[in-house]
Nanobody, 122 residues
Framework: VQLQASGGGLVQPGGSLRLSCSASGRMLSSLSLGWFRQAPGKEREFVSASSWSEGRTYYADSVMGRFTISRDNTKNTVNLEMNNLTPEDTAVYYC????????????????WGQGTLVTVSS
């Protein structure tokens, strides 16, 4: 499975961005999907995940109510809608996939995209 993340950029505090992750080699409908982020000098952290089997979604406390993960199976993509962004959301965002259930640890995911940079600054 090859994943390609896109949609990052520079946005002002309070603004919105929509990240997309497109896949090739396998249908995402059979995979659990996750978004992680890594800020400079920090470890990669869980942001959100979507279960393939249950259709459930999961969010880190820091993004709950502001971020929304969604799938578009017709386009074989997973999206992350990010609203009310703050400078603390600045990071490289990675999409990931696993054939197992979704998890919050990077080690639980077999497939990774290359990352897209999100910068929140005035």
């Amino acid at each position: 499975v090859q994943l390609q993340a896109s949609g990052g950029g520079l946005v002002q505090p309070g603004g919105s961005l929509r990240l997309s992750c497109s896949a090739s080699g396998r249908m995402l409908s059979s995979l659990s999907l996750g978004w992680f982020r890594q800020a400079p000098g920090k470890e990669r952290e869980f942001v959100s995940a979507s279960s393939w089997s249950e259709g459930r979604t999961y969010y880190a406390d820091s993004v709950m109510g502001r971020f929304t993960i969604s799938r578009d199976n017709t386009k074989n993509t997973v999206n992350l809608e990010m609203n009310n962004l703050t400078p603390e959301d600045t990071a490289v965002y990675y999409c990931a996939a696993t054939s197992s259930g979704p998890g919050v640890h990077p080690a639980q995911y077999e497939y990774w995209g290359q990352g897209t940079l999100v910068t929140v600054s005035s």
